[in-house]
Nanobody, 125 residues
């Protein structure tokens, strides 16, 4: 049974950094595509960064240059390093996973069937 649990959210000032972590269980990580999504209050859930099982990555325009996704296949974890955070980054962040072979890092909600509970990120001065 594929499961994900995310952690690492919190309150940070503009310009600060946070590192979110997604723990994947139930399948070897090298067989799983993992994505980080966020949803602001009243907004849509959108993909910020996704990682295919072969290491291919995707970054949303708003994440490119500031966010970095990385996976540790030995530990079955996928992290999202977020730097230079701004108030617009305030949202609930979700980790999502789906068993998938190597290929492009599709970063759309319909491509993922297993979701974590979310972790809140608030960027405020």
């Amino acid at each position: 049974q594929l499961q994900v649990v995310e952690s690492g959210g919190g309150l940070v000032q503009p310009g600060g950094s946070l590192r979110l972590s997604c723990a994947v269980s139930g399948l070897p990580l090298n067989n799983v595509a993992v994505g980080w999504f966020r949803q602001a209050p009243g907004g849509e859930r959108v993909g910020m960064s996704c990682s295919s099982s072969d290491g291919s990555t995707y970054y949303a325009d708003s994440a490119l240059g500031r966010f970095t996704i990385s996976r540790d296949n030995a530990k079955n974890t996928v992290d999202l390093q977020m730097d230079n955070l701004q108030p617009g980054d305030t949202a609930a962040y979700y980790c999502a996973a789906h068993e998938r072979g190597p290929g492009p890092a599709v970063c759309r909600t319909w491509a993922y069937h297993t979701w974590g509970q979310g972790t809140d990120v608030t960027v405020s001065s």
